[in-house]
């Protein structure tokens, strides 16, 4: 089994949450995964700065999520099980212009209204980060999400 261990950056403003459209044309949260010795804190904004031009600051840890995702629901199964575990931070966003990704997999960054947000082909990270910081838990832990139809693993 393989695993990876990211950090997510829940920016929200006006309403509105920072989206990230990956190449496969899901919609996901800004983030990624944390580089051998790196600090989760310091790879949420890396992977905000890297993936949409933004410079942002983190506020709080919101929680951490782990979901495995069995070899039958990924895009090559003979790649086995795979666990994600993700630490989500709400970071306020303080400069810098969206932009795609140089060289990456995310296409575009958006600030998407809240409501629109359940009408998108999107990862089940948008539904962990948005849980937690709506109910802010103080756990640091929500239910898991249900992956089907537009909600998906990755």
Do not use: K
């Amino acid at each position: 089994m393989s695993r990876r261990l990211a950090a997510y950056a829940l920016c929200l403003e006006s309403g509105r949450v920072l989206l990230a459209r990956h190449r496969s044309g899901n919609w996901t949260l800004p983030g990624g995964g944390v580089e051998a010795g790196e600090d989760p804190f310091d790879a949420v904004t890396r992977e905000l700065a890297e993936e949409t031009g933004l410079v942002g600051a983190v506020e709080r840890l919101l929680g951490v999520d782990s979901r495995l995702i069995p070899s039958a629901e990924r895009t090559d199964p003979s790649r086995g099980d795979h666990q994600n575990i993700g630490v989500f931070y709400e970071v306020r966003v303080s400069s810098g212009q969206l932009r795609p990704e140089a060289n990456g997999d995310t296409t575009a960054s958006v600030w998407v209204p809240l409501s629109e947000v359940g009408g998108l082909r999107r990862s089940s990270l948008v539904d962990v980060g948005l849980a937690l910081v709506r109910n802010r838990p103080a756990s640091g832990h929500v239910p898991p999400v249900p992956v089907d139809g537009r909600l998906l693993h990755h």
